[in-house]
């Protein structure tokens, strides 16, 4: 009886963690400056940002809704020890250059990590790191 609730209760904590990945990303925002995502420079404007694959996994679309620019991004899962009252996307500013850096969803403690690049690691060696957060709009 003990092994049969056992078993139970590693196969429903192991049910949580998958619905918990499952959770899609589908956000609509405005960015008001020019950023990379990834290897790639876009332009401001306004952006789809969702996971791509069956249950949203670590691929990213960007992709800017007035033109044809746009990307697809590696990322890792993070968590924060409280859930994002709202969407929101991450940005961190090396001068006057903006890279993408964390997607959020709304009332979620898991959120996407974007892969740093080469050019973003080079700046951080010589300039200081600010951060900015903009608000999104679940779709």
Request: glycine share 6%; proline share 3%.
């Amino acid at each position: 009886m003990k092994k049969n609730l056992l078993s139970l209760a590693m196969f429903l904590a192991l049910l949580m963690s998958a619905a918990a990945q499952a959770q899609t990303t589908h956000l609509k925002i405005t960015v008001p400056f020019e950023f990379t995502a990834g290897n790639v420079q876009l332009p401001a404007g306004e952006y789809e940002v969702m996971a791509v694959g069956r249950w949203g996994g670590p691929t990213l679309s960007i992709r800017n809704l007035n033109s044809n620019a746009g990307t697809l991004v590696l990322s890792t899962s993070c968590r924060s020890q409280k859930p994002a009252a709202d969407a929101k996307l991450v940005f961190y500013r090396y001068g006057q250059r903006y890279f993408l850096a964390e997607v959020w969803n709304r009332n979620s403690s898991l959120g996407n990590q974007i892969q740093i690049n080469s050019r973003q690691t080079e700046l951080a060696r010589n300039q200081s790191k600010d951060e900015g957060v903009l608000i999104a709009s679940e779709k």
